[in-house]
Every structure is written in structure tokens, then in C-alpha cells.
């Protein structure tokens, strides 16, 4: 069982930053994919960044160049750095665990974090 812990979400002006943060508990974090996705009002939910038990890395089109994923495994954390942020991207964010090993199974998924883009 994984829990994964939002934060950093607010109101932004557009063209301003934020940086989102999941903390996640258990010993086995280094073996789960992670991603972070967005649901807007009336819309599915989608994937903004995704970042492997290796390192590599993946981004919406709407995102590449302007949001950065990363994570630590010695902290069990996964972050979303988002710059020159766009009303488009307001949205609630949630972090998301996929184990990504042959002897864990599961997917997780956080509370969310509102971000709003607005001036």
C-alpha cells in the first residue's frame, strides 16, 4: 500500500511558477513509476508528466518546455516544477504511483492540489 501527499498547489498570475510536491510513504518508492496528471472542470483527466523507475522522462505537448518532473528516492518524493504557467493549465493535479517491478502490483493516487492560473 502507497499514499501519496500533495502540495504546492495555489493561485498563480499567468506567466509565474509553482512547484507541486507528492510525498509518498512505504520503502519501495524507487520501484514505481510516477506521474502527475490534471483534471479540469468538465473535463478527463490527463497525463502532464511522467517520470520512470529509471529516470526517463515523458510530457503532455501542452506541457514540454515549460513544466520539469523529478524525484528523489531518498525522500520518496516526486515533483512538478511549472513555469510560465497559462490559465489553460488550471486544473486539480494529482500524483500517481504505478508499480513498475514484477513483485509489487498496484496504482495509487493522491488527494490533488488545485492549481489556478489567473490574473
Known amino acids: 500500500q502507497v499514499q501519496l501527499v500533495e502540495s504546492g498547489g495555489g493561485l498563480v498570475q499567468p506567466g509565474g511558477s509553482l512547484r507541486l510536491s507528492c510525498a509518498a510513504s512505504?520503502?519501495?518508492?524507487?520501484?514505481?513509476?510516477m506521474g502527475w496528471y490534471r483534471q479540469a472542470p468538465g473535463n478527463q483527466r490527463e497525463l502532464v508528466a511522467f517520470?520512470?523507475?529509471?529516470?526517463?522522462?515523458n510530457y503532455a505537448d501542452s506541457v514540454r518546455g515549460r513544466f520539469t518532473i523529478s524525484r528523489d528516492n531518498a525522500k520518496n518524493t516526486v515533483s512538478l516544477q511549472m513555469n510560465s504557467l497559462k490559465p489553460e493549465d488550471t486544473a486539480v493535479y494529482f500524483c500517481?504511483?504505478?508499480?513498475?517491478?514484477?513483485?509489487?502490483?498496484?496504482?495509487?493516487w493522491g488527494q490533488g492540489t488545485q492549481v489556478t492560473v489567473s490574473s
Open positions: 517520470i520512470t523507475v529509471g529516470g526517463n522522462t
Open positions: 512505504g520503502r519501495l518508492f524507487s520501484l514505481y513509476d
Open positions: 500517481n504511483a504505478e508499480a513498475a517491478h514484477p513483485l509489487i502490483k498496484g496504482e495509487y
